[in-house]
């Protein structure tokens, strides 16, 4: 296994961003796996493989060059006198600008791979907006990110090796994304689900006005 683990890191060194992404793709679906087929007691024959596929996209499309540019461009160029400062300045403004931040990312790109509109229609059963979906769910998903997050950036900067740091965080990230999962399921939009009622009873709404 040593030399898988210095191979990775090889490729990390050369192509950071695209063995970023595709480490994040990679973690984003087994995190959904692992919540559908041991949250959901589901079989492989019944795991809702679009799921899976819309946690894949957002892992290695949306959500790691974002968070590579983050890193790069921001969190590593914050040096203090001491380490301990620096640990602690790096983690109390990932915590307070980029945790919000990735929050919204999350429930926006997922709205839109559903097709979820941006608010809520005045409309019978419509399926909720974009806007209220992050109004609900907001500030309990960035309060555990931080419960999560906020020790694990700290064990990560001040404990673990340098070479050590993308796979710890890339094996907290898989319980993090089977949370994500969660979220993404509760009152989720499967493929076309919605579509054509949404559409007639905007249509009908529209009529009567």
Known sequence: MSFVFRGYLRLLQRYTLATQMGTSAVTASVGDLIYQTQFEDKRLSEVEWYRTRRMCIYGGLVWA??????????LNRINLQGRVKTVLARTAIDLSFFSPFATCLFYTSQGAFEGRPLRTPAVPDAPQGIYERLEE???????????????????????????GRPPFANMVSIGWNAFLAAGAARGGIPPGGNTMELETSLAAAEAME
């Open 65 to 74: 060059p974002i968070s590579n540019r983050w890193h790069t461009l921001v």
């Open 137 to 163: 769910r907001l500030l309990p998903t960035v309060q555990k990110q931080w419960a999560v997050w906020g020790p694990v950036n700290l064990i990560n900067l001040s404990v673990i090796p340098v070479y």
